[in-house]
């Protein structure tokens, strides 16, 4: 039977051989979200008796045989920056309005098209826009493995969600690191796929942005890929079809291969030692592996072009949002949309040529100087709840470290259009997770799932969870 930890292949396979009906795998969740969300405060919107109505639907599909999907009756939150039918979607600001929608982002609709059941809404920062999930309108979400440290962002409601077993995997996106940050600092994995990968309507951020999942395996990672994956004739453009489902890679053998070792972060920022043993255990396992792990500092974009991508780029994307009441913005994305409104045409198109060709640069170091790029996947450890956000707000003028620190080596990634995953390798003293970051190259999400089940089955974490009654007492420092 399954337990509150269960990967979604596992749930999803008793669910299609009757091993536990869909009624009983949504009310387990919907129990321990009741019981105890209260201090993690991941899913933010949730209506129980629509989840109890299409797991009833999916329990019946099972009796009368019909075809199932490979997620069916699977429940996964829908992080709150994208459209669900029968949900609202406020993009965690005050600023919308909450209505219910009647229509599915692409990436979610291929969620429900499988069989999954929507399982409420999970937290994300104002507009994706933070690495933490805290906002005016929902608030904090904290880490489950202790309450007074982030989970990341934007998808740290996602994170926090799998990682307290409220779910068995979870929606997520990512602009510059928002699937990778999360699911370091909560010890699960996470995969950020190839531009143009997973179907979407608008490619956001200079199409730096992209859906996928935060789940507890690379085989979880694989299977939600495949899932959400795929050609959209819609699409200004799609990534190549790969070779075989992606599900397929998981244990094949990678071959032997030369993974370029970086801890120095690209962004110049201090790195903490634990970030630093987290990408050094990964590599000690692809060394003992067979594969030849060497130093590198590659290229990765010119300083000015990269803060011209966050201050140019995010902020113009963020005036460009429909708002109802744009008054009720939080203080940064005022700033944001302040900045927007003093930058004309000719100088966001200045600065979206610049990145696509530093981009060529960039992507050229794979194939040629190596062929898989091994990194810590934060420069720091979980921050504070509060920390970042009250930087943004506090010192809107100056570069927000910590903030800049989280996603060093993860931006570079969406910016180029490189398939990264996150897998736990490290744990602090008192017991932190702390991820290391594979970067593979232009559409090599096969070869990264290769040698990510690879490190997996390599190291103890997977799988690790924090204890249930780590969730119920307040913040201890």
């Known amino acids: 039977m399954i337990d509150p930890h269960s990967t979604v292949t596992a749930v999803a396979e008793q669910i299609r051989t009757g091993q536990v009906s869909p009624v009983e795998v949504a009310e387990l969740y919907l129990d321990r979200i009741a019981r105890l969300d209260g201090a993690v405060n991941?899913?933010?919107?949730?209506?129980?008796?629509?989840?109890?109505?299409?797991?009833?639907?999916?329990a019946d599909a099972v009796v009368r045989g019909e075809p199932l999907g490979p997620l069916h009756g699977v429940p996964i939150p829908i992080k709150d920056l994208h459209s669900c039918a029968g949900q609202p979607n406020t993009m965690s600001s005050l600023a919308i309005d909450e209505r219910i929608g009647t229509e599915s982002d692409p990436d979610v609709a291929a969620l429900l098209d499988a069989g999954a059941i929507p399982l409420g809404r999970s937290n994300s920062p104002e507009f994706g826009a933070l690495t933490v999930s805290e906002n005016l309108r929902h608030g904090v979400t904290r880490n489950p493995w202790r309450l007074d440290l982030t989970?990341?962002?934007?998808?740290?409601?996602?994170?926090?969600?799998?990682?307290?077993?409220?779910?068995?995997a979870a929606h997520a996106s990512d602009g510059g690191g928002s699937i990778r940050v999360p699911a370091s600092v909560t010890g699960l994995v996470?995969?950020?796929?190839?531009?143009?990968?997973?179907?979407?309507?608008?490619?956001?951020?200079?199409?730096?942005?992209?859906?996928?999942?935060?789940?507890?395996?690379?085989?979880?990672?694989?299977?939600?890929?495949?899932v959400m994956s795929g050609f959209d004739p819609l699409s200004w453009y799609n990534a190549p079809a790969p070779e075989r489902p992606f599900s397929a890679e998981v244990g094949a053998d990678p071959g032997r291969l030369r993974v370029g070792l970086l801890l120095d972060a690209p962004t110049g920022m201090p790195v903490d030692d634990a970030c630093r043993e987290a990408a050094l255990t990964v590599a000690r396992v692809l060394e003992a592996a067979g594969h030849e792990v060497v130093p590198v500092q590659p290229y990765l974009f010119d300083a000015d072009t990269f803060r011209a991508?966050?201050?140019?780029?995010?902020?113009?994307?963020?005036?460009?949002?429909?708002?109802?009441?744009?008054?009720?913005?939080?203080?940064?994305?005022?700033?944001?949309?302040?900045?927007?409104?003093?930058v004309h045409a000719g100088q966001y198109a200045a600065v979206a040529a610049r990145l696509q060709l530093e981009t060529r640069r960039v992507v050229a170091q794979w194939?040629?100087?190596?062929?898989?790029?091994?990194?810590?996947?934060?420069?720091?450890?979980?921050?504070?709840?509060?920390?970042v956000r009250?930087?943004?707000?506090?010192?809107?003028?100056?570069?927000?470290?910590?903030?800049?620190?989280?996603?060093?080596?993860?931006?570079?990634?969406n910016v180029s259009g490189l398939p990264a995953i996150t897998l736990p390798a490290h744990r602090t003293d008192d017991g932190i997770p702390v991820g290391a970051q594979l970067v593979g190259g232009p559409f090599g999400e096969a070869r990264l799932l290769r040698l990510a089940s690879q490190v997996e089955a390599a190291l103890p974490l997977a799988g690790a969870h924090p204890a249930d009654e780590d969730l119920l007492v307040p913040a201890r420092r």
Do not use: Q
């Open 42 to 58: 991941a899913i933010v919107w949730l209506d129980e008796d629509a989840v109890r109505a299409a797991a009833a639907r999916a």
């Open 151 to 168: 989970s990341g962002g934007s998808s740290g409601g996602a994170s926090a969600a799998v990682a307290a077993g409220f779910a068995p």
């Open 190 to 226: 996470g995969l950020k796929p190839s531009r143009g990968r997973v179907r979407a309507l608008v490619r956001g951020w200079e199409h730096s942005t992209t859906e996928g999942a935060i789940t507890r395996t690379v085989a979880d990672t694989a299977l939600l890929l495949d």
């Open 309 to 342: 991508f966050a201050e140019v780029v995010i902020s113009a994307s963020t005036w460009a949002l429909p708002l109802d009441d744009p008054a009720k913005v939080d203080g940064y994305i005022a700033r944001r949309r302040g900045v927007a409104e003093t």
């Open 367 to 387: 194939g040629r100087d190596f062929d898989v790029l091994l990194t810590p996947t934060t420069a720091i450890v979980a921050p504070p709840v509060g920390l």
């Open 390 to 413: 009250d930087e943004a707000n506090t010192v809107p003028e100056t570069p927000r470290l910590t903030e800049l620190r989280m996603v060093s080596f993860t931006a570079f990634c």
